[in-house]
């Protein structure tokens, strides 16, 4: 096993700049997921983990061992990749022994660590099966096996579960994290997929134009998001540009343009709230499990009038478009009590807890 650290780490391909001015600490034994869009620097940050590229700067570290420029075979790392990688025409056994064979070791050994990581990933009955008679997730447990028995002190997954239908990528995720806790193995999980980083990760970087925008874990990156993006790119969110007009004690009031007039909101000023050296353009971030529909006026801070304009029926949940003003805002209301007799056209209150409010910054769309 082995904690990783890369310091102030850029990899430029031509002009395009693909990582920069990157600086991770991933902890021994850690599941850590490299999220964002397509083309945001993950899997460039995971070859140079790898090997497979070197950084234009920076540098790479396993421990305390500088690795910036070690080649791939040399570093101890298991990768799986996206395509899975394996030969077809090999049996299952051959496929996952080919490691072995490459570092020359006895058979018996060779074959005893081969079949006892087809019985950790519960393909010891298919050991002499052809790898191209297998369905998609039995090719992935092959590929795991694979990166597994050379007993890596880092494990390399690169969207591993991309090719894989809804249900088998369920089974797998946890296949996944039941290996990675029996190896106890450092893990970097590469996905665009931020359902699968927050059910799965113990914590989650954030990237989006090679810029990696948040470290944290699961809760803080959807709780706590640093920033517009990483508050969008994460679940569903109402985002209202706002101004500042003062702080007071426990309180920060915000102006939010709505449509010709404009409302004031009072945001709670928790610690990890807006903070006065942010100079930029800031929004106010809500997810809309956070605001309560009211069916009357009621005495309180930041509720205002509105009208629905469409209603999504999901069974357990139930989305409302409520618009007040010129503001539209999304509201996800669990399908009981009020929320079940709501219709478009209702008038209704909608309440936003100052507790739930965040005030934060705006990034250009390049993270600047
Ligand atoms: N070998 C290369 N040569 C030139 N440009 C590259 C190369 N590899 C990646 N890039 C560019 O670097 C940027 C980051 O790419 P990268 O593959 O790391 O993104 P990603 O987040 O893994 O995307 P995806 O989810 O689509 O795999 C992109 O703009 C990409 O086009």
Redesign the pocket.
């Known amino acids: 096993m082995a904690s990783i650290n890369i310091d102030n780490v850029q990899k430029a ?2 002009k ?1 700049m ?1 990582v920069d001015h990157l600086n991770l600490d991933i902890k021994d034994g850690e599941f850590f997921t490299f999220l ?1 869009p ?8 995971l070859r140079m983990i790898a090997g497979f590229y070197y950084p234009t700067k920076g540098v790479v570290r396993f421990g305390k061992k500088d690795m910036t420029r070690v080649p791939p075979e040399k570093r101890n790392t298991g990768m799986v990749f996206q395509n899975y990688a394996l030969f077809p025409h090999m049996t299952v056994f051959e496929n996952v022994a080919f490691g072995l064979r490459v570092r020359k070791l006895g058979s018996k050994e060779l074959k005893m660590r081969v079949e006892d990581v087809l019985q950790k990933v519960r393909l010891e009955q298919y050991a002499d099966r052809q790898v191209s008679q297998l369905s998609g997730g039995q090719q992935q447990r092959v590929a795991l096996a694979r990166a597994l028995v050379i007993e890596p002190e880092i494990l390399l997954l690169d ?1 591993p579960l991309s090719n894989l239908d809804a249900k088998l990528r369920d089974e797998m995720r946890s296949e996944i994290l039941r290996l990675q806790k029996d190896y106890k193995i450092t893990t970097i999980y ?1 996905t ?1 997929d931020q359902s699968e980083a927050l059910s799965m990760s113990d914590r989650i970087a954030v ?1 989006n134009f ?1 810029v990696c925008h948040q470290v944290g874990t699961p809760s803080e990156i959807y709780n706590e998001p640093a920033n517009d993006f990483v508050a969008g790119f994460i679940g569903e969110i109402n985002l209202l540009p706002v101004k500042i007009e003062k702080i007071e004690r426990e309180y920060i009031y915000v102006i939010v343009q709505n449509g010709e007039s404009s409302s004031e909101l009072a945001v709670r000023n928790a610690p990890f709230n807006y903070k006065e050296e942010n100079k930029g353009d800031l929004a106010l971030s809500i997810r809309p499990e956070s605001i309560n529909i009211l069916d009357k006026e009621t005495e309180g801070k930041n509720i205002f009038k509105g009208t629905i304009e469409e209603v999504q029926f999901f069974g357990s949940l139930i989305n409302i478009l409520v618009r007040t003003g010129g503001l539209q805002l999304q509201v996800n209301a669990l399908n009981s009590g009020l929320s079940r007799n709501l219709e478009a056209g209702s008038e209704v209150w909608v309440e936003l807890p100052d507790e739930q409010m965040r005030i934060i910054p705006v990034v250009n769309g390049d993270g600047s």
Do not use: I
């Open positions: 391909f031509g395009v693909a964002g397509s083309g945001c620097g993950k899997t460039t940050t969207e590469v665009h990237f090679g």
